[in-house]
């Protein structure tokens, strides 16, 4: 089982960027494991002042040679992160004249696809594809959203009074996470 970044240039097109994943054709670019800004982009204080969701698409593929029943798929967020995740599972319907399939695709990060139907990925969520052939393909569409008001709050609290300061004059930083790590886990019988 592999993810594939998308690309609306042609299947099996690299894609370079992978915040150009918008749906389209399965891309030959792998979807990085563990790799820091591998779907989303970084927070910052413009995308927490427009605070639009974003949105994402890969392709799972089935690159065994036997059937995969039961996929289960988890997104895994730390406690005091302040984006909430929902994803959508949807197949790739759409066929061109040379018989490559492909999802529906978006024309910005900010736009919500028409036909996926998303669900909150809050603990204890699962996605379920009862069964994947060999070689075939579906799409992942994963939307961001992010709580302004909590990140407005750890923007805002930088300093607090030094506890070991008797006047109460001196201050000490305080550290916020410096990024949000989102864990999607894959699993199958």
């Known amino acids: 089982m592999n993810l594939f970044y998308t690309t609306m240039t042609g299947y099996n097109d690299e894609q370079a960027n992978p915040e150009r994943s918008l749906g389209g054709f399965k891309s030959s670019t792998p979807v990085t494991n563990d790799d820091f800004s591998n779907l989303f982009d970084e927070i910052s204080l413009m995308t927490i002042k ?17 059937i995969v029943k039961n996929i289960v798929i988890k997104l895994r967020r730390p406690d005091d992160a302040i984006c909430s995740y929902k994803m959508a599972i949807t197949p790739l319907n759409g066929v061109n004249k040379y018989n490559q399939h492909y999802m529906e695709n978006v024309l ?14 809050v603990p204890g969520t699962e996605l379920v594809i009862p069964e994947l052939q060999p070689q075939a393909e579906i799409g992942i569409w994963i939307c961001r959203h992010i709580d302004s008001e909590e990140a407005k709050k750890q923007y805002e609290d930088i300093c607090r009074p030094d506890p070991n300061d008797p006047t ?3 201050y000490i930083a305080v550290t916020h996470p410096q990024q949000e790590s989102v ?5 199958w019988d």
């Open 168 to 170: 109460g004059r001196r």
């Open 108 to 121: 910005s990060v900010n736009s919500k696809p028409f036909h996926a139907q998303f669900t909150d990925m």
């Open 183 to 187: 864990d999607i886990d894959f699993s």
């Open 50 to 66: 427009t605070n639009r969701d974003e949105y994402r698409a890969i392709v799972l593929v089935n690159q065994f040679s036997e």
